[in-house]
């Protein structure tokens, strides 16, 4: 079955380093994103690709990087990770707006 | 403006009561929209897409008002099981292929 995988499920990283977060689908979907979500904020749009070598910057998108090589991957770098991005972080992909996303399981980063 | 917008809630209500959500949004050529049912801060799922006048899948019903620019869900005979946060999923964006979130309704069924 196709599906969509996160990695890691849980991170502590510490400020000032560089991390990395996997999203992985196998839907052969060409939108790919990625929200953080925070309690009181709700889900926020950090970056998006609509198809390999595209990328384009969300609503919240200081201090984050995408790369978008091939149609199953967005990983999404953290260049200089900071307390503020304690977050827990949803890859999402679609086949277009008719067919709603289809949500990763979560990655929950500490930056301590 | 946000682009979209809902009510916070909690809703808090019994086993077997009707709740009915609704959620506002901003860009009146949005033409697709959809409710997601999210537990606990995981992952949201699908719940419902709402592509003209409305849809109902057994005690679930969302409809769509374009006048007046809003969507709405209606839980009936409600479960313990629906307590969860639904979100109202709006398209926007370059040809609508970004969704925006709203920032969710709470609702606890009690026994």
């Known amino acids: 079955d196709a599906e969509i995988t996160q990695s890691p499920r849980h991170k502590i990283t510490e400020t000032g380093r560089q991390v990395t977060l996997a999203c992985h689908q196998t839907?052969?979907?060409?939108?790919m994103f990625w929200y953080r979500q925070d309690l009181g904020h709700g889900l926020r749009l950090i970056h998006y690709s609509y198809g390999v070598q595209d990328t384009n910057k969300g609503e919240v998108s200081d201090g984050y990087s995408v790369s978008r090589s091939n149609t199953e991957d967005l990983p999404l770098t953290l260049e200089s990770a900071a307390s503020s991005q304690t977050s827990v972080y949803f890859c999402?992909?679609?086949?277009?707006?008719?067919?709603?996303?289809?949500f990763g399981s979560g990655t929950r980063l500490t930056v301590v | 403006r946000k682009e979209v917008e809902q009510d916070p809630g909690p809703f808090n209500v019994p086993e077997g009561a009707t709740v009915a959500f609704n959620c506002t949004y901003s860009n009146s050529a949005s033409q697709s929209f959809f409710w997601y049912r999210q537990d606990c801060r995981k992952e949201p799922k699908l719940l419902m897409s709402v592509y003209s006048s409305g849809n109902e899948d057994g005690r679930f019903t969302a409809q769509l008002n374009r006048a007046s620019q809003y969507i709405s869900l209606l839980i009936r005979d409600s479960k313990l099981s629906d307590s969860a946060t639904y979100l109202c999923v709006v398209p926007g964006g370059r040809n609508f292929n970004k969704f925006y979130f709203g920032s969710g309704t709470k609702l606890n069924v009690k026994p």
């Open positions: 839907w052969n979907h060409n939108n």
């Open positions: 999402a992909s679609s086949m277009d707006r008719n067919y709603g996303y289809t």
